[in-house]
């Protein structure tokens, strides 16, 4: 059979030059088959004649072909055609018209899904041939599926489906949980946070408050220091004033007569006095020591006090002074209700 150049396909009309190519295809395939079959033929002769020869002198197929101007690569691709031929031709699995129509990426496929190594899944040489009958367009693409992963290459499309659905659906969850964890952050980020105290540092000199934060905290003090001692004086008792009862009213002595003896009035009953109720004496007030808390608060507030008086700022000033001495009055009205 002649092959056309380039120029001789450029002049033919579309038809001829389609029917060129379908020619050239099967031959392509043909020329395939036939050089699996002569691949096969030449092995076993090479294996009856050489047989009682050492290795280094035994011949072989694909360095024999190379000598002769076939590509190594092209002389091991045949191989896989002649193990087709063993495998499926001669124990009567297929015709030698189907393996002629038998691809090299078919025949590759097939061989490798029928080998045991690092496959998922084996094939026997009846199923290879069964499959390639059944689905000769899907054969190639399902042998290399069953090997890589155990499933038909149409399993396959659709457990890829699955699992990007499964994929975009988790993404999908992660990107709303993310976005619904960040919320309450921003929210969060607006509100004001109350500040947060430092432990008591060890004591510090006290700085010299300016003479209006001396008279207030004096003034302060003056009223804490009285009201603890009006809250802790004891209670004044007073005596119980005896019962008092009405004296019976005499009555008028009669005028004496000849006949009659005056008679002496009755002596009225005693009258005694009740005895004075027990009282109790209060027992005397106790304020409870302040709390190294609580002394440390107070010295913070002076010290707030005396740098806003400083700084000039009267108003803020007035107004934690007057903090200062409700904060201070409510602390020891706690400790005298303690």
């Not at 087709?84 to 018209?97: F, N, Q």
Request: glycine letters at 4%.
């Amino acid at each position: 059979m002649q092959i056309p150049n380039y120029s001789e396909i450029e002049a033919l009309p579309v038809t001829e030059k389609v029917a060129v190519g379908l020619n050239m295809a099967r031959l392509q395939n043909r020329a395939y088959s036939t050089l699996g079959k002569v691949y096969l033929l030449l092995d076993e002769q090479f294996d009856r004649e050489d047989s009682g020869k050492p290795r280094a002198e035994r011949r072989y197929v694909t360095p024999t072909l190379a000598k002769v101007g076939v590509h190594e690569k092209t002389a091991g691709n045949a191989s896989y055609a002649a193990r087709m031929w063993r495998d499926l031709v001669r124990p009567g699995h297929i015709t030698e018209a189907e393996y002629d129509k038998l691809s090299f990426g078919l025949c590759y496929a097939a061989a490798m899904v029928m080998s045991a190594k690092d496959n998922k899944r084996v094939l026997a040489a009846v199923e290879v041939a069964d499959w390639i009958l059944r689905n000769p367009d899907e054969a190639e693409q399902d042998f290399v599926s069953l090997r890589k992963d155990g499933i038909t290459a149409a399993e396959a499309a659709i457990a890829k489906q699955k699992a990007d659905a499964e994929k975009i659906a988790a993404d999908l969850a992660a990107a709303v949980a993310k976005e619904i964890a960040a919320q309450p952050k921003a929210a969060t980020a607006v509100q004001p946070t109350a500040p947060v105290i430092p432990p008591t540092p060890a004591p510090a000199p006290t700085p010299t408050p300016t003479p209006p934060v001396n008279d207030a905290l004096a003034r302060v003090r003056a009223e804490n220091a009285a009201l603890i001692a009006a809250q802790s004086a004891p209670v004044p008792v007073s005596e119980p004033e005896p019962i008092v009862t009405e004296s019976p009213v005499a009555p008028p002595e009669p005028t004496p007569t000849a006949t009659e003896s005056p008679v002496a009035a009755p002596e009225p009953p005693a009258i005694v006095p009740a005895p004075p109720k027990a009282v109790t004496e209060p027992t005397p007030f106790t304020a409870p020591d302040r709390t190294p808390e609580v002394l440390a608060g107070i010295e913070r507030l002076e010290l707030a006090i005396a740098s806003l008086s400083a700084d000039g700022q009267m108003a803020a000033w007035e107004k934690l002074t007057g903090l200062m001495g409700r904060l201070v009055n409510s602390l020891e009205a706690s400790e005298v209700a303690a």
